[in-house]
């Protein structure tokens, strides 16, 4: 967690001194959903079951320099999982996993045709996970794990591509993929997530008004 808390550290210092001195930024907030995955290994075994559920998040801001297309911003991000499966010994496993993160981005904005923006990115953040097991073994007997909470930081990467509809509003489209594996360490029962990635929908406000193509970027947003 150090060694990567450092990495950022070094990359929010190398791209406040390259934007430093410049004045206007293009700022943009978001609200977004959508299917994510991950991979569930019980008793860290090769044996998997596969997890899956939503990626919901809210993106408080990103501010793109309009000199160099560089961008940052600030995310919060929540994963709820579940799924169910055998391991290899036959036991019947139900995992579940949540987390809620504040995330730091950094990316590249390239701007096509005067209204498609497609962004590659990678992020860092630090939030709360829970989690629980239920196991049921091969004679039905049903043991129920309590569920755990812990802090853990881990990383995004992946691409976004956000289409101007509006000089306000615009839609989006995210794929996203995690850097983070999870144990989950009980006294009998032991496994790891491997978080997976996700496909999510955005509803975008750029908060400066723009031009696009024959829309007056003086008009109100309903037009008049």
Same mark, same amino acid.
């Given at each position: 967690? $150090?060694?990567?808390?450092?990495?950022?550290?070094?990359? /929010? *210092?190398?791209?406040?001194?390259?934007?430093? %001195?410049?004045?206007?930024?293009?700022?943009?907030?978001? @609200?977004?959903? !959508?299917?994510?995955?991950?991979?569930?290994?019980?008793?860290?075994? #090769?044996?998997? +079951?596969?997890?899956?559920?939503?990626?919901?998040?809210?993106?408080? *801001?990103?501010? $793109?320099?309009?000199?160099?297309?560089?961008?940052?911003?600030?995310?919060?991000?929540?994963? #709820?999982?579940?799924?169910?499966?055998?391991?290899?010994?036959?036991?019947?496993?139900?995992?579940?996993?949540?987390?809620?993160?504040?995330?730091?981005?950094? %990316?590249?904005? @390239?701007? @096509?045709?005067?209204?498609?923006?497609?962004?590659?990115?990678?992020?860092? %953040?630090?939030?709360?996970?829970?989690?629980?097991? $239920?196991?049921?073994?091969?004679?039905?007997?049903?043991?129920?794990?309590?569920?755990?909470?812990? /802090?853990?930081? *881990? !990383?995004?990467?992946?691409?976004?591509?956000? /289409?101007?509809?509006? !000089?306000?509003?615009?839609?989006?489209?995210?794929?996203?993929?995690?850097?983070?594996?999870?144990?989950?360490?009980?006294?009998?029962? #032991?496994?790891? +997530?491997?978080?997976?990635?996700?496909?999510?929908?955005?509803?975008?406000?750029?908060?400066? $008004?723009?031009?696009?193509?024959?829309?007056?970027?003086?008009?109100?947003? *309903?037009?008049?």
């Amino acid at each position: 967690m $150090r060694s990567r808390f450092l990495l950022l550290s070094f990359l /929010i *210092w190398l791209v406040a001194n390259t934007s430093y %001195g410049q004045q206007e930024d293009s700022s943009i907030s978001w @609200l977004a959903t !959508g299917s994510a995955t991950a991979t569930y290994f019980p008793n860290t075994t #090769d044996h998997s +079951i596969q997890l899956t559920g939503t990626h919901s998040e809210i993106a408080l *801001w990103q501010d $793109r320099s309009v000199f160099t297309n560089f961008f940052d911003g600030l995310h919060l991000i929540s994963l #709820d999982l579940s799924g169910e499966g055998s391991d290899a010994s036959g036991n019947l496993h139900a995992p579940k996993y949540s987390n809620l993160s504040l995330f730091y981005s950094l %990316g590249y904005d @390239l701007y @096509l045709a005067n209204f498609a923006h497609v962004q590659p990115y990678f992020a860092y %953040g630090i939030g709360n996970v829970t989690f629980s097991n $239920r196991t049921t073994d091969s004679t039905g007997a049903v043991t129920p794990y309590a569920e755990k909470s812990e /802090i853990a930081d *881990w !990383g995004i990467y992946g691409l976004n591509l956000i /289409i101007e509809i509006t !000089g306000k509003l615009w839609l989006g489209y995210a794929l996203n993929y995690y850097q983070e594996t999870q144990s989950i360490e009980y006294q009998t029962s #032991d496994g790891s +997530i491997a978080l997976g990635s996700s496909q999510t929908l955005m509803l975008v406000w750029n908060w400066e $008004r723009v031009p696009i193509k024959a829309i007056d970027p003086k008009s109100s947003f *309903w037009g008049r």
